[in-house]
């Protein structure tokens, strides 16, 4: 059973995360030839003030 965990920048709509997860789901059961309710997604919300790049948080970058 296929656990797939997607980190991503706070502020997606509820709509884009709903088609996220079907176009993922649908890639894995594409893939691996198994049935939707084996799959399952996880998506993680984070604040950009929690996400660096370059010792800069996002959140201070333009």
């Given amino acids: 059973m296929p656990v797939v965990h997607i980190d991503m920048?706070?502020?997606?709509?509820?709509?884009?995360?709903?088609?996220?997860?079907?176009?993922?789901?649908?890639?894995?059961?594409?893939?691996?030839?198994?049935?939707?309710?084996k799959v399952h997604i996880v998506l993680h919300d984070v604040p950009k003030e929690n996400i660096g790049h370059g010792g800069i948080p996002l959140s201070k970058q333009k």
């Fill in 9 to 37: 920048i706070s502020g997606r709509t509820p709509e884009m995360k709903e088609k996220l997860i079907e176009k993922v789901t649908d890639a894995i059961t594409d893939a691996l030839q198994i049935s939707k309710d």
